[in-house]
């Protein structure tokens, strides 16, 4: 397939790259911990050896606990695609996908510090929900349940200058997703053990409704973030 987005590489490269490309360099590897097999694959060799075992070895710091804590039965084979193709930052798929972490080489050639992303997306497999962004699921809250994660299981977020904020800001809400749900999240765990659980538990089973939340907390859910949203400084 032609990817217009190398050519200009390909044409500087001249020969060169026609020459390389005949033999394509290609990393494939399988690892296996606490039994777990996890895939990798960087067809085009596009993440240095440095970043990808970094990549690997937080997979597993982050998924082994992830599973154990929040779903046990979460798949047990696991893959990791490096694709140029793909513009965004890193996905995990549905159905076929749903245990396929694809991540976008560019955003790590730029951010190589940011090796959590995969934190975040090994618990999207743990999620495995089985909707996506509807009343049942909805998406606000199981990005910010994957960010709470993230900074609950990260390896190293710091070098990726990652954190969950400590300040609100105008216009957010419970629902902004991410960072911004994931803080609250942490500090409504902190309050009411048990209610990050809770809410994965029933966002898989199907018996997710907002009420969910004044069951579990004794409080609406506005009504808990505007207390959430009191007792921290404006940033
Ligand atoms: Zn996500």
């Known amino acids: 397939m032609t990817r217009p987005a190398l050519l200009p590489l390909s044409l500087a490269l001249g020969s060169l790259a026609l020459i390389a490309s005949a033999s394509a360099p290609a990393f494939e ?8 097999t996890l895939h990798y694959q960087d067809a085009s060799e596009a993440v240095p050896a440095a970043v990808r075992d970094r990549i690997i070895e937080t997979f597993f710091k982050a998924y082994l ?5 929040f779903h046990p039965a979460a798949p047990t084979t696991v893959n990791i ?6 513009d965004g930052v890193a996905y995990v798929g549905e159905k076929s996908q749903a245990a396929t972490i694809t991540i976008n080489p560019a955003w790590l050639a730029k951010h190589p510090g940011d090796t959590d992303l995969v934190t ?4 999207h497999i743990v999620q495995g929900y089985p909707e ?3 009343e049942r699921v909805p998406g606000w809250l199981v990005e910010g349940i994957a960010d709470y994660v993230r900074d609950r299981y990260g ?15 105008d216009g957010q809400n419970f629902d902004t997703g991410y960072r911004v749900t994931g803080a609250f999240l942490k500090w409504s765990e902190a309050r009411h053990p048990g209610l990050v659980k809770t809410l994965d538990s029933a966002l898989r089973s ?10 579990h907390t004794g409080h609406t859910l506005p009504a808990l973030w505007a207390e959430y949203a009191k007792a921290l400084p404006r940033g």
């Open 132 to 134: 996506y962004a509807n």
């Open 65 to 69: 606990p992830e599973r154990q804590d």
């Open 120 to 123: 975040h997306e090994a618990m």
């Open 206 to 215: 199907g018996g997710y409704t907002p009420q969910l939340w004044q069951k």
């Open 81 to 86: 695609v490096i694709d140029p193709d793909y």
């Open 29 to 36: 590897a399988e690892r296996q911990q606490g039994g777990v």
């Open 155 to 169: 390896v190293d977020n710091a070098a990726a200058g990652w954190a969950l904020p400590t300040t609100i800001k």
